[in-house]
Every structure is written in C-alpha cells, then in structure tokens.
C-alpha cells in the first residue's frame, strides 16, 4: 500500500529546527513529523509496534556509529 503524500510550507526557522532534531535524533524529517503529528492527534499509539522498534534500531545503530568515531 503506497502511503498518501502532501506538502506543507513551514517557516524558515521551524525548518532549522526540524533539520537540527533529525540530524541529533539520526532519523529523517518525515518520521519526525509524522510521530509529532501522531503524538498531536492522540493517536502516536496506533503507530506500528514494528515501525517504532525498526526506529529505536535506525537510531540505536546511529549512536553507537557516533561512539566509534
């Protein structure tokens, strides 16, 4: 199933800040703001058990790259 897609413009400091969390966090702006949005809507629960731990390990494996530098 191909997931739906839109565009929405945000303002050049809010961008800053969504690059600078992703970059810190080691995931992409879209699962940031798609967990934001399913954390505003009261739904982050009905996230996928499976993509969250897929996540945990993304950002797992990113730190632990980060320690062996």
């Not at 945000?10 to 966090?25: G, M």
């Not at 739904?43 to 790259?65: G, N, S, Y």
């Amino acid at each position: 199933m191909v997931s739906p897609q839109f565009s929405v413009r945000i303002p050049p400091e809010l961008d800053e800040r969504l690059n600078a969390y992703a970059k810190q966090a080691g995931t992409t702006k879209t699962k940031v703001m798609i967990d934001a949005l399913a954390h505003y809507l009261g739904c982050a629960d009905d996230v996928p058990l499976i993509r969250r731990v897929l996540e945990l390990e993304e950002r797992m494996a990113a730190l632990e790259a980060k320690s062996e530098k």
